[in-house]
């Protein structure tokens, strides 16, 4: 085998180290689908949740006041 690049070995370390080199071609395809995906909701929720905590814990301790550059909640006087 000749020389390979970063990402053929990073390629090759996945395929190694998660099993895939002893499947079929549309069985590693079927499995790397399915672990994306897995990641697009594991991101997806992680953002969900890391909003509500802004919302609802952070975002008082950051900007104090209750008036959060959006004209909402301030007296027009």
């Known amino acids: 085998m000749g020389e390979m690049s970063w990402v053929g070995k990073k390629i090759h370390l996945y395929n190694v180290t998660m099993g895939l080199y002893m499947l079929d071609w549309w069985e590693r395809c079927l499995f790397n689908i399915l ?26 301790r950051i900007m104090p006041g209750g008036n959060y550059g959006f004209g909402i909640g301030m007296p027009s006087s």
């Open 35 to 60: 672990m994306l995906v897995l990641l697009w909701f594991v991101f997806l929720n992680g953002s969900r949740f890391a909003t509500d905590v802004f919302e609802s814990h952070l975002k008082e």
